[in-house]
């Protein structure tokens, strides 16, 4: 790693209120020679401002005086200042949030609010926390046509159109619907599953019902939010970070580490001897016994020992040996650790590197089973937009199927060949 992302893990892993240096590969970190405009700029792409600039400001005082000799006044000033832009538009969202909530609980619609403003409330402890860009709801499938038109006679207008046909292909398959505000500017997505249905994380309606006869009510900012419940956000958050996005971002990452410190506050605070001690035991039995029953062991898993080998989570020593079982999953966090930093933000998803890493996320032969055969499909079936560029009466679709192995291939070797020459350039 560099100096300036291991002082960004440094500085995020204080901002989490971990400050053991012998649990952070980042260690004690000279901060006098880093490129603070690189940090700053790691730390937006990463979603971790604000726990960059609580990390600047850990109430160890011995911490504190440290870095406020080596972390420029300027920077603490221009990470305050995008920091608390940062918040207004958390402040906003979340107040559209309410709004939302209360349109869609009015037309007879069940929703729940899943990560954004509520995650930060309930595992980072304020909104001010943890960054989040648009908004997140579930919703029942059975919901989803009454709840879009709800929207849309509100504003918010569709990111993509769906035919009839294809509304009933997506909804079957897929796991959520976006949807923008032009004149409010909020992005929001309507969620039905946490992962697409080849994925095999809760795909059936049996298993979703689990989650809703499981959630609860929260208070935030004076209204009761209904929001699944912690054990279950936890292994949907992680099954979502892990196999539709690779942990690309440290955000994604400190969510995981988030959750542990919450469980650790568990076990540690308080006046009841041993009480607290139960709560967290009984709370890692729970993540535990939800993750098994919906075969995603091992993304929780990963996500763990990637928070405590990256940020130096205080993962519960239940969690941890539990995590630790499964041989495969301390390789993956390492390989994710290791690539943590590749993303950019702006580059093109390596398709065949993504499959790879969600075969290798995915514990149960039948999930592996049905995703490789969806990258079959994919491989030989025509998408959707190339129906369109060339479209074919039915008897003459089989050449659409013949040529399209062809594109892929001529696609990736391209990608390939470009990526090559970069890294030509560079060295």
């Excluded at 709004?99 to 619609?109: A, C, K, N, S, T």
């Excluded at 959520?176 to 059936?204: I, K, M, Q, T």
């Excluded at 079982?325 to 390596?350: C, I, T």
Aim: glycine letters at 6%.
């Amino acid at each position: 790693m560099t100096l300036e992302q291991r002082a960004l893990l440094h500085l995020v892993a204080a901002g989490l209120g971990l400050r053991t240096p012998n649990l952070r590969p980042a260690g004690d970190v000279d901060l006098s020679s880093v490129d603070w405009d690189t940090v700053i700029y790691l730390a937006r792409l990463h979603g971790v401002l604000g726990l960059l600039g609580a990390g600047m400001e850990a109430p160890d005082a011995v911490a504190r005086r440290r870095r406020a000799t080596q972390v420029p006044r300027a920077v603490i000033e221009r990470v305050t200042e995008l920091r608390d832009a940062e918040v207004q538009r958390s402040v906003y969202l979340s107040c559209e949030l309410l709004r939302v909530l209360q349109l869609l609980q009015d037309g007879g619609v069940e929703v729940l609010a899943f990560k954004g403003p509520l995650l930060a409330h309930r595992v980072y402890g304020g909104i001010g926390r943890r960054s989040f860009w648009d908004l997140d709801l579930l919703i029942p499938k059975e919901a989803f046509a009454r709840a879009r038109a709800i929207l849309e006679r509100d504003g918010y207008q569709p990111e993509e159109l769906w035919s009839a046909r294809r509304e009933r292909r997506e909804l079957r398959r897929n796991c959520e619907y976006n949807l923008d505000h032009p004149d409010r500017g909020v992005h929001l997505e309507l969620h039905w599953r946490f992962v697409p249905s080849y994925l095999g994380f809760a795909r059936s309606s049996r298993e979703m019902a689990g989650f809703w006869a499981r959630s609860e009510t929260v208070l935030f900012m004076g209204h009761r939010v209904p929001v699944l419940r912690l054990s279950d956000e936890l292994s949907a958050l992680a099954v979502h970070n892990a196999v539709k996005h690779a942990w690309e971002r440290l955000r994604m990452v400190a969510d995981i580490a988030a959750f542990a410190v919450l469980l650790t506050s568990q076990q540690t605070g308080g006046s009841a001897p041993g009480g607290n001690a139960a709560a967290c035991s009984q709370s890692c039995a729970e993540i535990m016994a939800r993750a098994e029953a919906l075969g995603a062991r091992r993304a929780p898993a990963v996500g763990l020992l990637l928070a405590e080998r990256l940020l130096g989570a205080p993962v519960p020593e239940a969690l941890r040996a539990w995590a630790r079982a499964d041989r495969r999953a301390e390789p993956l966090a390492e390989r994710f650790a290791e690539d943590l930093f590749s993303f950019n933000g702006v580059e093109v998803v390596d398709n065949l590197r993504r499959a790879r890493s969600v075969l290798a996320l995915r514990e149960r032969r039948r999930d592996r089973a049905r995703h490789f055969l969806r990258l079959v499909r994919i491989a030989v079936l025509p998408s959707d937009r190339e129906r369109e560029l060339l479209p074919l009466p039915k008897p003459l679709r089989w050449v659409q199927v013949a040529v399209r192995p062809f594109r892929l291939a001529r696609k990736y070797l391209l990608r390939y060949l470009a990526r090559l020459r970069g890294r030509t350039g560079r060295a």
